[in-house]
């Protein structure tokens, strides 16, 4: 398996423009997360999805990030307008079904994401 | 509400030595998983370990090993032999409470083996 798969993996735009980070799971994984990784806050999960429906999107920052799972294998998570506070790596991680409390989370290369 | 505590921001390790990496937890869930996760300066997380909640025994994966103590609510990483490709950030993660399946971060600790 090629692992989570996630592009860009570098992104450099300016304030205002939109941005759309992709993902895709690896095959047979139910759930999908996408964190984000700053110096200033550490890792944050946004959101996360259960076969293809949100299921916590408590942390995702305010209304210009939105998140999509059209399909088992593919996730967006979109910013319009972007700021430079949204400057950060992105990550997407999926895992399967948990036993129990076990659940490791297998996590893509992440995005590094410039706000200019 | 769940929480993670690293306290060491970093740590040095001569090669060859033994490092322990701190966490603590905190979690009213009685029923709760705790993860190590390693970041080198690629930046990609790799998964190390994970201790149940549960479990009698301490986890152990290769050179990786987890001194749980379940009273203390602490989960340390220990390191024995180190290497110099053990250099990086290193986190623990603990799952949700029952029924939810994310993962909350401490805020690492960057160890750096010396030759």
């Known amino acids: 398996d090629a692992g989570v798969i996630q592009s860009p993996r570098h992104e450099v735009t300016e304030m205002g423009q939109e941005v759309t980070l992709r993902c895709k799971p690896i095959s047979g994984h139910d759930y999908l997360f996408w964190y984000r990784q700053t110096m200033m806050r550490g890792l944050e999960l946004l959101i996360y999805f259960n076969n293809n429906v949100p299921i916590d999107d408590s942390g995702m920052p305010e209304d210009r990030f939105s998140a999509k799972m059209p399909n088992a294998s593919f996730s967006t998570l979109k910013i319009q307008p972007s700021e430079p506070r949204d400057s950060a790596v992105y990550f997407c991680?999926?895992?399967?079904?948990?036993?129990?409390?076990?659940?490791?989370?297998?996590f893509g290369p992440g995005t590094r994401l410039t706000v200019l | 509400a769940q929480k993670i505590t690293q306290t060491q921001p970093g740590m040095f390790v001569q090669e060859k030595e033994a490092v322990t990496l701190d966490c603590t937890y905190d979690?009213?869930?009685?029923?709760?998983?705790l993860f190590w996760y390693k970041q080198p300066s690629s930046g990609e997380m790799i998964f190390l370990i994970y201790?149940?909640?549960?479990?009698?025994q301490n986890a152990t994966e290769g050179r990786y090993s987890l001194n749980f103590q379940k009273a203390r609510k602490s989960a340390n990483l220990v390191i024995s032999a180190s290497q110099l490709g053990d250099s990086a950030m290193y986190f623990c993660?603990?799952?949700?409470?029952?029924?939810?399946?994310?993962?909350?971060f401490g805020t690492g600790t960057r160890l750096t083996v010396i030759p």
């Open positions: 993660a603990m799952r949700g409470k029952t029924g939810a399946n994310n993962l909350f």
């Open positions: 991680a999926s895992s399967q079904a948990p036993a129990d409390a076990y659940n490791e989370q297998f």
């Open positions: 979690t009213s869930d009685p029923s709760y998983g």
């Open positions: 201790q149940g909640s549960y479990d009698q």
